[in-house]
Structure formats: C-alpha cells, structure tokens
C-alpha cells in the first residue's frame, strides 16, 4: 500500500462497522460480565474462555481452542488459512482483567457494562475486552465485504487469521510467554497485531512504538528477633521500617529523578509529547500538587527507568503499638526502557539496596519476575499500512497518525520478536488516558471501539494483497 493509493474497501468496511453499533454493545456487555480474574476466579476464567471460544468461531475463525499453559491460565488460539499468495495476521488480546471487587470507588457495578455520559462502565471495558469486541467488529465486517474481494470464496477475502487471546496477561503472562518459546508455529504469522494499548487522546490515532520492561522485586529488612517496647528501647534499637523508610527514599531524588547506583536516568524522547497539563489531568493529580521534575512527562513515563512502591508490609495504623519493629517489606516494580537490559538493572537495584542499609541491616532481595522491553521497527509495510487505516478510520491525514510509546510493559512483545524476528508487531487499541484502565470505574468510549475496528478491518483487507 502507498499514500497515495485508495484503501481496498474501505467504505464498505466502515459501513459494515457501523450498522453493528448493537452488536458491539452487546457483545462488551456479555464479556464484561465475567469476572476473569486470573489466580482467583476460576469458574469465571473458564466461562469467559467458552464465551470466548464461541464468539470467535461464529464469526469464521477454525478450530478456536485452549492450549495448556504452564500458569493454569486459559489462552485461546484459532487459524483459518489464507488464500495461496496471500499473507497471515496475527490477532491478539486477552480476556483476563484486573479485580474490581475490593476496589473503592466504583460507581457503578464493575461486571455490568453501564452507559453514561457517552461512555461504557465496567472492568475489563477498555483493558481488554474492549479490543476483543473490535477484532470480532473487524472480522464480521471483513466476512461481509470478502465476496467482493479478489478471493472472493475465502471468509475474509484471503487474508490468513491467526488468533491469540491470553488468559493471564494481567498476571504476568507466563502461560503464554512459555508457549511462545516451546510452540511458536501457534504465533507464525506476517505481521501481528497486538490490540492492548491505545491513543494518546480521544479521537487521535496512534501507534505505540516503544514499552518498557519490568522488574518486580520484594525487599524485606530484619534488624531485631521480635519487636520490642520503644519508650524502652527506642533510640539506640534499629528500626525495621525506619530503615526501609530511609532505602527507598534513597532511590528517587527530590525531583523524582532514580538515584539507582549506575543505572542510567538520563533518556530523551523525540517523539509525540505529553504536556505537563495533560499528564496532570490524565493522571488525576491533585490541585496544588506538583510533577516530578527531573525531566519532561514524556521522558519520565516512556523514555526512562522509573521506579514505584507497590505495597509495604508494617503494622497498620488501625493496629498500631508503640514497639520499634523489628522487620519491613516492599514491593517495588522498576520500569526498564528500551535499549536497557532488564537483568542488569535488577542486579543494580539490589546493590544498591544492599550498599544503602542503614545499621548493617539484614536485607532479603527476592526477585519476582522480569519483564523484557520493546521498540518497534516502524519501516515496514504493516505499520505503513496501519497509518493509512487509522487514518481513513478517524478523518485524519496519515501526518496526524501519533507515534507514541507506553509506559506499561507487554512482555509478549519481546518474547515474539525474538522468536519470530522477522515478523511486524503493530501495538494500537481502544485505550486512551481517560479509560482510567486498572482503577475503578473502568471506561471506553464507544466510538474508539468503532474506529479501531474499522481501522483493523480496512488494513487486513490491504494487507491480503501483498504477494
């Protein structure tokens, strides 16, 4: 495809997208009415995988079924062959979502799909079943347009399917992650597309080029046998969490710049920007409280290692006891840009955690799994080809197409491009920043959803003409 050249069906598929805003409702609403946490809802992990299972093979994808994983997870794959000459796409999403029961603030019934102001409630509404119901959009279109395709006896006019919808991704993805390395005939595939991030904005195509890597660590100080009175003891007895407290704090300077012993902080990023007011409003920041300063909003949430406190284990305040404790623990989550070695920065993490112990504290560093991150090779012809069709889809010129880069992590995506080099991964979806994904009241705006679909439909049509 060139700039220039008309999009294949592209009217016809953006029609077909159309006429199935009820269908796409209700299809979201099924999905979202499972609770498919991974790890603590099994009957409704298995229920949202026959859900599943069913909705992809209605709509003309062969043999959908659930590999075994090694995390008891329940990925599903599918393929129905291409036409000779014609290329294959891979198809991904999955249909596990983050907890929402034990979650405040929620508004509405998080495992109901709820309409107001224009936009659809619930979890998993955007991340991800939302981009599962725009890959079914996109299908169903597709098969009502193939009949006036150049192969016009294949479902979706000659273009091969390969499916993936992922059972655990909120988890971690190590089911999948494993497959990929012992099966990768399951992900053989011309180009794949990995629906699971978003837009910068509503109504603003993007393409993500760039995830960072991750790096869980859980780190736990001991400095007494027991805990012990602190009028009677307190001064000269180490404390446990003071301890921690003053580690961690060591990790971040006052503008929030990481302070990791040899651990580069100092990335750029040349691409789309994310303004300081944005962010703050995205973000949900309060009034009157300030960004970390130690660089732009777009160095700091894409470009560079960034490093956040997940949980701490202390006494709480509700149970609280005047007694200097004598152990703490933390999780921390490191995030690693690309061109950055995940392993190394876990290890510089846990030197510098061990070299910044106050009282020769005993310090415990248990690694919780690494994530690998990715930058996307934006020359060849599917990303080429997923400009135009985000163009077409939102009236805009390809020149308006935002290459962006997300903060997140998709450990899929390395895992793939080092099985499958020379495959193309393009990373788009229905998320933007108001989705308000992993948090309560959950949300997608329905249009996104119209859009992506009509964007995916018209480039697997245009695709289905490379030889």
């Known amino acids: 495809m060139t700039e220039s050249s008309p999009l294949t069906g592209a009217d016809q598929l953006r029609d077909h997208i159309a006429h199935q805003s009820d269908r796409i409702k209700a299809d979201l609403t099924k999905a979202v009415s499972f609770p498919s946490i991974f790890g603590t809802k099994p009957e409704s992990c298995e229920a949202s995988a026959a859900w599943v299972q069913q909705a992809f093979t209605e709509v003309g994808i062969n043999d959908v079924h659930v590999e075994d994983a090694v995390d008891g997870s329940l ?10 000459g014609c290329p294959t796409v891979l198809l991904y999403c999955h249909h596990d979502v983050q907890p929402a029961d034990d979650q405040p603030g929620w508004d509405t019934n998080p495992w109901e799909l709820t309409e107001k102001n224009g936009r659809w409630y619930g979890r998993g509404s955007a991340d991800d079943k939302g981009n599962l119901v725009a890959h079914l959009a996109a299908l169903r279109a597709l098969r009502e347009w193939a009949p006036q395709s150049r192969h016009p006896e294949h479902p979706f006019g000659g273009i091969g399917i390969r499916l993936v919808v992922e059972g655990s991704e909120e988890a971690g993805g190590e089911g999948l992650e494993t497959l990929v390395e012992k099966r990768p005939d399951l992900f053989a595939a011309d180009a794949i597309l990995i629906a699971d991030t978003g837009n910068v904005a509503v109504s603003v195509p993007t393409i993500n080029i760039s995830l960072r890597g991750v790096v869980s660590l859980k780190v736990t100080v001991k400095t007494l046998r027991s805990p012990i009175h602190s009028g009677q003891y307190g001064g000269p007895a180490p404390d446990a969490l003071y301890a921690l407290v003053h580690m961690l704090a060591g990790l971040r300077d006052a503008q929030g710049g990481l302070t990791i012993d040899g651990l580069d902080a100092s990335q750029t990023w040349d691409g789309v920007q994310y303004t300081p007011e944005e962010f703050a409003a995205d973000a949900g920041v309060l009034d009157g409280v300030e960004l970390c300063s130690a660089g732009t909003p777009s ?3 894409w470009a560079r290692p960034t490093l956040t406190i997940t949980g701490i284990d202390a006494a709480s305040t509700a149970h609280s006891i005047n007694a200097v404790p004598a152990e703490a623990a933390a999780m921390l989550n490191l995030r690693v840009p690309p061109k ?9 993490l846990i030197a510098h955690l061990q070299n910044h112990r106050p009282w020769n504290a005993q310090v415990e560093c248990e690694p919780m799994g690494t994530g690998e991150p ?8 599917a990303h080429q080809g997923m400009q135009q069709a985000l163009a077409f889809a939102y009236g805009k010129s390809v020149d308006e197409v935002a290459l962006s880069a997300d903060g997140g992590s998709i450990p899929l995506c390395a895992a793939l491009k080092a099985t499958h080099p020379d495959t193309q991964l393009v990373l788009f979806g229905v998320e933007e920043p108001i989705c308000g994904i992993h948090g309560p009241n959950e949300s997608v705006d329905p249009t996104e959803i119209t859009a992506i679909a009509t964007a995916e439909a018209i480039f697997l049509a245009n695709f289905a003409k490379k030889q």
């Open 340 to 348: 950055m070695d995940v392993h190394e920065a876990e290890q510089k």
């Open 374 to 381: 990715y930058l996307a090779d934006i020359s060849g012809s």
């Open 75 to 84: 990925p599903l794959f599918g393929f129905t062959a291409p036409a000779d």
């Open 299 to 301: 160095e700091l949430a």
